[in-house]
């Protein structure tokens, strides 16, 4: 028998666009917005832009057990607990 997925299956998707397509068009948009203003810190804002929800996504999937979001992850615990507290995730 086929099981349900529920909103907190990491591989639901509302969509069949790819990640990466969502993020070359975030990016475009971005661009068009500058009116040829050079933007800074680009790397830093695009990774934070997509650090924290992924942490929070997984923390929320793994119903706040560090240790197995770490393992998704592929991190250590001690980087997730610093991740978690950079983006106020965690106290």
């Not at 770490?70 to 001690?78: K, P, S």
């Amino acid at each position: 028998m086929a099981q349900k997925q529920n909103n907190n299956d990491l591989s639901f998707r509302t969509s069949k666009k790819p990640l990466c397509k969502h993020t070359e068009d975030a990016l475009d948009q971005y661009f068009a917005t500058l009116n040829g203003d050079r933007p800074g810190d680009l790397y830093e804002l695009v990774i934070g832009e997509v650090e924290r929800p992924l942490f929070q996504a997984v923390m929320d999937y793994t119903q706040g057990n560090q240790s197995q979001a770490a393992g998704i992850l592929g991190i250590n615990r001690g980087t997730l607990r610093k991740k978690l507290r950079t983006y106020s995730i965690i106290q």
